[in-house]
């Protein structure tokens, strides 16, 4: 059965939807970061759509499925968050969803892992290298928030 996707920009009229998955996103995210929820259940969140960011969903048949954000550090954008629910994964909407955002913002990119996130460093190597024919380079940088990152650079056209 084929999924009909699109991408939208998250704006103040949907950022609801925000707001629900950027708890799921902590909360998955939790087991790598050691973040706790407060006493009503919910994780302090630092992810942030606006401007000078740009946030998008990724829909599937009008139901969102996931988000990323994009972010601009040192002149190159950076992939600041990046989300797809658990029951979308495996079916090739974070690359849909990664590509689109791409090649939104032609230029220089970066999108950074924690050392310990094995699946995300699998991930964008795997996409980040069918982007670019396998054109990008990786290192390690620091970041004033994770410390120690595994980060890969490369260019959109």
Not at 108 to 116: G, S
Request: a negative charge; glycine letters at 6%; proline letters at 6%.
């Amino acid at each position: 059965m084929a999924m009909n996707t699109k991408i939208i920009p998250i704006t103040s009229t949907n950022s609801h939807i925000f707001e629900v998955f950027e708890q799921d996103y902590e909360a998955e995210f939790s087991a790598i970061t050691r973040k706790e929820p407060n006493p009503e259940g919910r994780f302090a969140t630092e992810a942030d759509w606006q401007a000078p960011n740009n946030g998008y969903y990724l829909f599937i048949d009008d139901r969102p499925a996931g988000f990323a954000i994009r972010a601009i550090i040192d002149g190159r954008s950076d992939v600041a968050e990046f989300f797809i629910l658990p029951c979308y994964r495996k079916k090739g909407l974070g690359k849909e969803l990664a590509f689109a955002i791409f090649d939104l913002f032609p230029g220089p990119w970066q999108v950074r892992q924690i050392p310990t996130a094995k699946e995300a460093i699998v991930f964008w190597r795997a996409i980040i290298g069918e982007y670019t024919h396998k054109n990008y380079t990786e290192d390690q940088t620091h970041d004033p928030h994770y410390g120690t990152v595994i980060r890969q650079l490369f260019y959109s056209t």
